[in-house]
């Protein structure tokens, strides 16, 4: 991958559920934070409304779903959009690894809740690593 394309970064829409708060929070520490020069975000919302935009990013660049559960509609939203998905991630398999993070609130989280996003924020963070050296 050349050094100016970047990795897109689709979270959760769960809005109302914690563990779609962690994926939002975790997704804009990766964007925001942690790998600024290298990612972009891309909301759930609009590819499921077909944004043109929207689409051509998640078509033209390796894509990083972040789900925050079972559903994953994140990571099926883009595949049904007919795009490959070049890693996904879900807040329940973070918490199941970290279960003393327990997340709870919905706009805003509890200090356990920041945490986990934290986490997993740096699991897609090495992701994202991956996918733009290559190793995907």
């Not at 914690?18 to 942690?34: I, K, M, N, P, Q």
């Not at 990571?75 to 879900?90: D, H, I, N, Y």
């Not at 991956?130 to 190793?135: A, H, I, L, N, T």
Request: proline share 5%; charged share 25%; aromatic share 2%.
């Amino acid at each position: 991958m050349s050094p100016n394309r970047r990795v897109v970064i689709v979270p959760c829409s769960g809005i109302g559920k914690t563990f779609g708060t962690v994926s939002r929070e975790a997704a804009y520490t990766v964007v925001e934070d942690l790998r600024p020069d290298t990612t972009e975000l891309v909301a759930l919302s609009l590819l499921v409304l077909g944004d043109e935009a929207a689409r051509a990013a998640v078509a033209e660049h390796p894509t990083v779903t972040i789900d925050g559960c079972r559903l994953a509609c994140a990571t099926k939203m883009v595949q049904e959009s007919g795009l490959p998905v070049a890693r996904s991630f879900t807040v329940l398999d973070a918490f199941r690894k970290h279960r003393d993070l327990k997340p709870e609130g919905i706009s805003s989280l509890n200090p356990e809740g920041q945490k986990l996003a934290r986490v997993l924020a740096e699991e897609v963070a090495e992701a994202v690593d991956e996918v733009v050296k290559g190793e995907t």
